[in-house]
C-alpha cells in the first residue's frame, strides 16, 4: 500500500509541475517574463538573498544550533537550493505578479545547477555534486514544459485558451493530492525529528530567509512579496537529487523531506495573508479614491 501511495506521489510531483510549468508558458507572454531579468537590481537582489545570504544562514544554523549531523547537511542542501518548482503557484495564491514569479524562479532554477555543485562541495562533508545529475530533471519536468507553453502560448493561441482550463484543473488537483500525500508518507520522520530541534532551525530559516526577500523586494507589494515566497520556498527537488544521488544517506533525505513539507506550509500560509494584506490595501486606496 505504501509502495503504491509513494509511485503515486511520484506522478502527482511529474504531472503538477509538467502542467503548472505548461499553464504558466500558456498564459504568460515571453516578453513579460524576460522584462523583470533585464532589470539588474532585480537579478542582483534575488542572487544575493538566496545564494549569499542564504546559504550563510544555514551553515549559520548547523554551527550554533545543536542539530545531527544528517539533519545539518539537510539543511545546508536545502541551503543552496533554490528555484522550486512550486514559486508560481505560491505567487498565484499571494496575488503576486505571476510573469514575475515565472522570471524568479527560472532565475533561481539556474543559479542552483551552477551554485550546487561548484560551492556546496566546499561546506557540505562527502559531497560531490554532479551539475548533469541536478540539472536534467530540472530541465525535462520544468524548463521543457515552460518552453513548450511559450511556443503554444504564442503560434496556437486558440488551441491553448482550450486547453489551459483542463490544465489549470489538472495542476490544482495533482497539488492537493501531493500536499496530502507529502504529509502522510512522512508523518512518521516528521513525528520522530520531534525534540531534535530539526523542525524548528528549518522554519526559523525559512522565515528568515523569506523575510529578507521580502525587504529587499523593492516597493512593489505584488513583486515584493514573489521574491520572498520565492526566498523561501526552496527547491527541496535539486536537494533530493543530491542527497540520494551523492549522499545516500536516509536521515539526510529525511532533513530534505522535513523542509518539503515545512517549507511548504509556512510559504503557503504566508501566500494566504499576503492576499489578505494586498486585498486590504487595494480596498483601502479605493476608498481614498472614493472619496
Not at 45 to 64: K, M, Q, S, T
Not at 103 to 111: C, P, Q, S, T, Y
Request: include cysteine; charged fraction near 10%; glycine fraction near 10%.
Amino acid at each position: 500500500m505504501i509502495e503504491t501511495l509513494e509511485k503515486v506521489g511520484e506522478l502527482a510531483v511529474v504531472t503538477y509541475v509538467v502542467s503548472s510549468m505548461l499553464v504558466m508558458g500558456m498564459s504568460q507572454r515571453l516578453p513579460d517574463v524576460v522584462a523583470p531579468l533585464q532589470d539588474p537590481r532585480t537579478v542582483v537582489v534575488a542572487l544575493v538573498v538566496n545564494f549569499i545570504a542564504a546559504p550563510l544562514l544555514a551553515l549559520l544554523l548547523a554551527r550554533i544550533v545543536p542539530l545531527q549531523p544528517a539533519h545539518a547537511i539537510g539543511l545546508l542542501l536545502l541551503g543552496g537550493a533554490a528555484g522550486a518548482p512550486f514559486i508560481p503557484k505560491l505567487a498565484e495564491v499571494a496575488g503576486g505578479d505571476l510573469a514575475y514569479s515565472v522570471a524568479i524562479m527560472v532565475l533561481l532554477m539556474i543559479g542552483s545547477i551552477a551554485f550546487i555543485p561548484v560551492v556546496l562541495p566546499w561546506v557540505v562533508p562527502g559531497l560531490s555534486a554532479d551539475p548533469w545529475s541536478i540539472a536534467r530533471p530540472l530541465l525535462l519536468m520544468m524548463l521543457l514544459p515552460l518552453a513548450l507553453g511559450f511556443v503554444l502560448g504564442g503560434w496556437w493561441a486558440r488551441a491553448s485558451g482550450r486547453l489551459l482550463p483542463f490544465l489549470r484543473k489538472l495542476s490544482s488537483v495533482a497539488f492537493m493530492v501531493l500536499l496530502v500525500l507529502l504529509v502522510g508518507l512522512n508523518i512518521g520522520a516528521l513525528v520522530d525529528t520531534i525534540g531534535s530541534f530539526a523542525i524548528g532551525t528549518y522554519g526559523l530559516f525559512v522565515l528568515a530567509v523569506a523575510l529578507l526577500g521580502y525587504v529587499l523586494g523593492g516597493e512593489n507589494p505584488r513583486t515584493r512579496n514573489v521574491l520572498a515566497l520565492a526566498s523561501g520556498e526552496r527547491n527541496t527537488s535539486a536537494a533530493l537529487v543530491v542527497a540520494v544521488e551523492s549522499l545516500n544517506d536516509p536521515a539526510v533525505v529525511v532533513m530534505v523531506l522535513i523542509g518539503a513539507v515545512v517549507g511548504l506550509a509556512i510559504m503557503l500560509a504566508t501566500a494566504r495573508q499576503m492576499c489578505r494584506r494586498l486585498k486590504k490595501m487595494n480596498e483601502s486606496q479605493g476608498d481614498q479614491g472614493g472619496s
